[in-house]
């Protein structure tokens, strides 16, 4: 039986757990199931942890990072066990792509060619920088020498989302063991099971168990007290921007630990009448319908220029004949299922509340109800959605996109930034003065222009306004938020 054919078994016989990762914690007895969104049945069940396990994490963390275990190691035998772990994440790709597809309802053909290989680059690219990034000497006189060095902080909590878990495990473990923190893990409860996976094969590939820890359960279980935690120095989080608050709260309540925010967004896709109309067909597309739209990054709220309306229509309708709604085990699915029963039913909402607001579908509309869970929802196009609209406003996280028309760039540009969030942006246009130039207008931390794109491991990823702050994931810029500052003063007296 292959990897994923095991998987696959096992989830249908409900045999696949996850629970703490701790040395010398004993987990709890109290188990939540581990729903699959493919077909709701049970595959398993997850430690529901509490404030007793974070707390052991912490001691667990602290310990190892005050004893120099992993914190202490030169930056090049750290690198050289991550490269170890990532030989190990290589040899067990299939199972991780399997197991993110039955725990989040993920297409198993993206799991396989997108999300399991950009977590083992990630993992790669940090291992490879840490042993590269030098600190710098303070211009002074001859009679001082300043060093101005960046060092871990200490102990970093990783609360994590659960639309691509294995990546967004990736984008933050990586830079902050790799720069010498001890990392706590909070996967998101729904989708736990590539993470406990990952962070086994860590501690076989030579990773200390204190300086890579895991704790499972809900927000409120384990989050919170992750982010009240005393001893905890930083947190950074990706999910919702309600819950990115809570974690500013309970900083501002506790030790005033470092929190770093990458939360939720609306992205715009401008097109304007001189965009080549066939090439960008796939990338407005992806942009909105790519892993179901459960994706931050979802470029759902498309602006069109008036003129060039109509064949925007025809060519994402032609488009979406490609995109097949389906079984995400089936290798020719795109879209899969919603995450869980609650998402499913708030992302239906939209299709109530946007024909209530009077804009007509154009596109799609349906929810497969015959399909496994029922939880499935086809994309949809929406035509003539008004800035006012729920669907212009909210991040639906779900495989629908509004139109809005304009007519002038100067409306485009307004339309655009008219969002609380600012994570991500797309602008077609075959004219280079305009695309510089809207560009650098929109409020938003990536702007692509003639394409989707987060860009790869090598560029800095994050949000303005509700999107997030404190610091980037991805690029030489996500060591920034795992390190501080320090200056060593020699004078010459
Ligand atoms: P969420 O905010 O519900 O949960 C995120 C994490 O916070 C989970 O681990 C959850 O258990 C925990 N949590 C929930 N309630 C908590 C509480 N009261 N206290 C402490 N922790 C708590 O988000 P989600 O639904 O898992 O993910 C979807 C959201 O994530 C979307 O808004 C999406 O835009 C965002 N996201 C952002 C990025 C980015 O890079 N900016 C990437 C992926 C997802």
Redesign the pocket.
Known sequence: MSAIETVFANARNATLWAGPLIPGFQAAETCMPIISPIDNQTIGQLVAGSDRDVNAAVIAARNCFESGEWSGLPPAERKRILLVWVDLMAKHADELAALDCVDAGKPITECLNTDIPATIETFQWYAEAVDKCFGRISPTGSDALGLITKEAIGVVGA??????PAQ?YAWKVAPALAAGNSVIV?????TSLSAYLLTQLAHQAGVPAGALTLVTG???AT??PL?RHPDVDMVS????????R??LKYSAESNLKEIVL????KSPQIIFEDANIEKLIPHVLAAAYWNMGEN?SCGGRLLVQESVKTAVLAGLKEGLKHWKTGLPTDTDTMIGPMVEEAHFLKVRQFLDDTLAAGATVVHGGKVHSELGSGWYIEPTIFDGVTPEMRLFQE?V?GPIMAITTFNTEEEAIQLANQSQYG?ASSLYTSCLHRAQRVARRIKAGTVSINGFSEGDITAP???YKH??FGGR?KGMEAFDQYTQTKVIWFVNN
Not at 186 to 190: G, M, N, S, V, W
């Open positions: 609360v994590l989302p659960w639309n691509f967004m909070k996967p998101a409860e729904l809900t927000g409120e989050g919170e982010g989080f990706t999910g919702s921007t309600e819950v990115g809570l974690f990458e939360c939720g967004g931050c991040e996280f994570l990823f994050g949000g999107s997030g994931d």
